[in-house]
């Protein structure tokens, strides 16, 4: 993989990750004062690794959903 593609790769993984924190942090504003709904939190992992010879690098963040936050004891 050429150095260039795997930057704009890395960047667009990172754009893709923003936006959707993005839209959890806005789902969870727009309904902050709604009965029965849960607080959201967004769910991103770590992307594997690029290797070149003997150096290792970042490939950033994928955005693989969110969870509902719930108290075990009120549901």
Known sequence: MSTLNAIMSIAAGSLQANQGALGVT???IAN???PGYTREVVN????????QGNLQVGA????QGFTSIR?????
Do not use: A, K, R, Y
């Open 71 to 75: 108290d075990e004891v009120l549901q």
């Open 26 to 28: 806005t789902n969870n």
């Open 32 to 34: 902050s004062n709604t």
């Open 44 to 51: 991103l992992t770590e992307s594997p690794t690029i290797t």
């Open 60 to 63: 950033g963040v994928t955005f």
